[in-house]
């Protein structure tokens, strides 16, 4: 679960704890003790502090580079909103086309793409990931 949760703690985590609570519900109605059914909800809670954790470090030294120039401050913020709505539009446009090639049973080269990218939601996590990483390197080295 503790990998799970990293790997969810990038922004989904309303299915993820969905998706707990399917989890301990189940194995509850297997006859599992109540105090095993708390380790999902206690190795949740230390994915999520992990990943806010390290997100709240790394933003609060972004922000504090920014803040030192005005400027900088609004090219690093026009620079993240951008790369904000190129993922959005990106993970949306993956997951309707990827619904989409399901239901209709499409097949052909982008559809395979389509079908690869959609079934490697976690690979694509850490490519986004990279992608913040590089915008804030980028503006790092552009504006110094």
Same mark, same amino acid.
């Given at each position: 679960m503790y990998?799970?949760?990293?790997?969810? @703690?990038? /922004?989904?985590?309303t299915a993820t704890e969905v998706g707990l609570l399917g989890i301990s519900a189940a194995e509850? %109605?297997? /006859?599992? %003790?109540?105090?095993s059914i708390?380790?999902?909800?206690?190795l949740f809670a230390a994915g999520i502090s992990l990943i806010d954790t390290t997100d709240n470090i790394l933003?609060? /030294?972004?922000?504090?580079?920014?803040f030192?120039?005005?400027?900088?401050?609004?090219?690093?913020?026009?620079?993240?909103?951008?790369v904000s709505v190129v993922v959005a539009l990106a993970v949306g446009s993956i997951e309707a086309l990827g619904l989409m090639a399901r239901q209709f049973?499409?097949? /052909?080269?982008?559809?395979d793409?389509?079908?690869r990218l959609d079934a490697n939601?976690?690979?694509? @996590?850490?490519?986004?990931?990279?992608?913040?990483?590089? %915008?804030w390197i980028v503006s790092a080295a552009i504006y110094k």
């Amino acid at each position: 679960m503790y990998p799970l949760r990293v790997l969810f @703690g990038l /922004g989904f985590d309303t299915a993820t704890e969905v998706g707990l609570l399917g989890i301990s519900a189940a194995e509850a %109605s297997k /006859g599992l %003790s109540l105090w095993s059914i708390l380790v999902f909800p206690a190795l949740f809670a230390a994915g999520i502090s992990l990943i806010d954790t390290t997100d709240n470090i790394l933003m609060l /030294g972004a922000y504090g580079w920014t803040f030192r120039k005005p400027v900088r401050k609004l090219y690093y913020n026009l620079t993240i909103t951008l790369v904000s709505v190129v993922v959005a539009l990106a993970v949306g446009s993956i997951e309707a086309l990827g619904l989409m090639a399901r239901q209709f049973r499409l097949k /052909g080269a982008f559809w395979d793409l389509v079908n690869r990218l959609d079934a490697n939601f976690g690979m694509l @996590g850490y490519c986004i990931i990279g992608l913040f990483a590089l %915008s804030w390197i980028v503006s790092a080295a552009i504006y110094k």
